[in-house]
Nanobody
Framework: VQLVESGGGSVQAGGSLRLSCAAS????????IGWFRQAPGEEREGVAG????????YYVDSVKGRFTISRDKSKNTVYLQMNSLKPEDSAMYYC??????????????????????WGQGTQVTVS
């Protein structure tokens, strides 16, 4: 199983980016997929999660109303649309997959220990 993130970059405050997490080696059609971020000197935090079977979505409070997580089953890809970006959104963004089939995200959507597969990350810088 491989997860590859893309779409990061540098943007001015108020701008938008769309991150992609492409999975290969496993069809994540009913799995919990999460986006996490980590800024230098800070702990990694969950940003958004999605249960890919029915697109139940979860967000950390700081991004609600600005970020949207979605999935394209045909492409086995999960997206994170980020609008109204702020400097405090600057971080390395990672996607992660829980390979347990038909397991909802639920309240533990941001619990890192449930995710057995991680991408290499994509950098987002907001100035």
């Amino acid at each position: 199983v491989q997860l590859v993130e893309s779409g990061g970059g540098s943007v001015q405050a108020g701008g938008s980016l769309r991150l992609s997490c492409a999975a290969s080696g496993y069809a994540f059609d009913a799995n919990c997929i999460g986006w996490f971020r980590q800024a230098p000197g800070e702990e990694r935090e969950g940003v958004a999660g999605i249960y890919t079977a029915v697109t139940n979505a979860y967000y950390v409070d700081s991004v609600k109303g600005r970020f949207t997580i979605s999935r394209d089953k045909s492409k086995n890809t999960v997206y994170l649309q980020m609008n109204s970006l702020k400097p405090e959104d600057s971080a390395m963004y990672y996607c992660a997959a829980d390979s347990r089939h038909m397991t909802y995200c639920g309240p533990s959507w941001s619990y890192e220990g449930r995710f057995g597969h991680w991408g290499q990350g994509t950098q987002v810088t907001v100035s």
